[in-house]
Nanobody, 123 residues
């Protein structure tokens, strides 16, 4: 069964870094743009960024530029989200999603979603 599985979340202190993973099972990530989203407590889910099949990154939120980076390892069928200088405002459930096609498309209906991984930033 095709699915995405996120991992790497946890409880960290402000200023710390985390690397989240998004692994695909049952399909090949090579042909999919991968988006990262997050949902903070009491808020709607929003876009973080997206990486195209060619490795181009599109940020959906300016505040994450310079702190969040994304990379893909097609050999491992995994996409990574590196988050630096975390603040309590980054506390959320982080989701990855796969969109068949090359570029990142704002408003795309993603084909697959992961179950999410919790990130809590607190002292």
């Amino acid at each position: 069964q095709a699915r995405l599985v996120e991992s790497g979340g946890g409880l960290v202190q402000p200023g710390a870094s985390l690397r989240l993973s998004c692994a695909a099972f049952g399909f090949t990530l090579d042909y999919y743009a991968i988006g990262w989203f997050r949902q903070a407590p009491g808020k709607e889910r929003g876009g973080v960024l997206c990486i195209s099949t060619t490795g181009f990154t599109s940020y959906y939120t300016d505040s994450m530029k310079g702190r969040f980076t994304v990379s893909r390892d097609n050999a491992q069928n995994t996409v990574y989200l590196r988050m630096n200088s975390l603040t309590p405002e980054d506390t959320a459930v982080y989701y990855c999603a796969a969109d068949r096609g090359g570029p990142c498309r704002p408003g795309a209906e993603y084909d697959y979603w992961g179950q999410g991984t919790h990130v809590t930033v607190s002292s």
